[in-house]
């Protein structure tokens, strides 16, 4: 599994980050990703950021900053 | 727009008038995620914000009275509804408009290895920027920017906290198009929103 060949990119693992937001990955997925995270500062930021733009839009939808 | 009171308002009508109309713009996008038509969003809107003058008396300010003008625009966005489509059956699914836009602005994030290029940078004090209304007026602006499908799907996931199944019957797409559009939508985004504020504040 931690085979050069099943390495993801970060294109491909900021596509599973944002799918991880809609629904549960599986779990070759949800490994692949830990590693990627584990060795990858800007994915890590980029998870981050996912999730702050979740909270802002809640926080939008209940009083837009007023 | 809309006066229909003949009552003169006193100051604090005045005051409650202004406070509603404030979220007009957040209103009008709610209702154009669900009904896509500029005119009939207007109209609903307009409706739901003169049922919220008429009512302002018993809003309790248990929610926020945003939180509140939205559940009179549900209501107003069902009757709505139910009237188009007593008069005819809807229309029917819109298709993609995001084939104009520039098919390759993704690809551009990445290097030819598909690692992010530039590096992503770390977004200095994000829960300061949630207490800040131009911070939100820049997320407004970022949004505007997103092709009108992507938008819509974007705004029921994330605004209204839909689930993805519910949006993709509403939009007629599947759940893997479902999540490309939310992808890119949250690409977008962050790239709009660290370019638009996160970077000034790196400086």
Same mark, same amino acid.
């Given at each position: 599994m931690s085979n050069a060949d099943c390495d993801l990119s970060c294109k491909e693992a900021a596509r599973l980050m944002s799918r991880r937001q809609d629904a549960p990955l599986n779990a070759d997925e949800t490994e692949r990703l830990k590693q990627h995270l584990y060795e990858c500062l800007s994915c890590r930021r980029f998870d981050t950021q996912l999730q702050f733009l979740r909270r802002l839009a809640r926080r939008y939808a209940e009083a837009g900053g007023s | 727009m809309g006066e229909t009171k003949n009552i003169k308002p006193g100051p604090a009508q005045q005051a409650a008038f202004a406070e509603i109309e404030s979220h007009r713009p957040y209103l009008m996008r709610f209702a154009l995620a669900k009904l896509r038509d500029g005119a009939q969003a207007e109209e609903v809107v307009q409706e739901a914000l003169l049922a919220a003058l008429e009512s302002i #008396?018993?809003? /309790? #300010?248990?929610?926020?009275l945003r939180t509140w003008l939205t559940s009179i625009l549900k209501f107003k966005i069902i009757d709505f509804q139910r009237r188009v489509v007593a008069e005819r059956a809807q229309f029917a699914c819109a298709p %993609?408009? %995001? /084939? #104009? /836009?520039?098919? %390759?602005w993704m690809d551009r994030m990445y290097d030819a290895t598909g690692h992010w290029s530039p590096r992503l940078a770390e977004w200095t004090d994000p829960d300061g920027a949630l207490e800040q209304r131009q911070f939100f007026e820049v997320f407004e602006r970022c949004m505007d920017k997103l092709p009108k499908s992507t938008a819509r799907v974007f705004f029921k996931r994330e605004?209204?906290?839909?689930e993805t199944e519910e949006i993709c019957k509403e939009e007629g797409i599947t759940s893997s198009n479902c999540w490309v559009m939310l992808h890119r939508a949250r690409l977008a985004l962050r790239e709009c929103l660290d370019r638009n504020w996160f970077q000034g504040a790196r400086n």
């Open positions: - | #008396g018993s809003f /309790a #300010g248990q929610s926020s %993609d408009e %995001d /084939a #104009g /836009a520039d098919p %390759d605004v209204m906290g839909c």
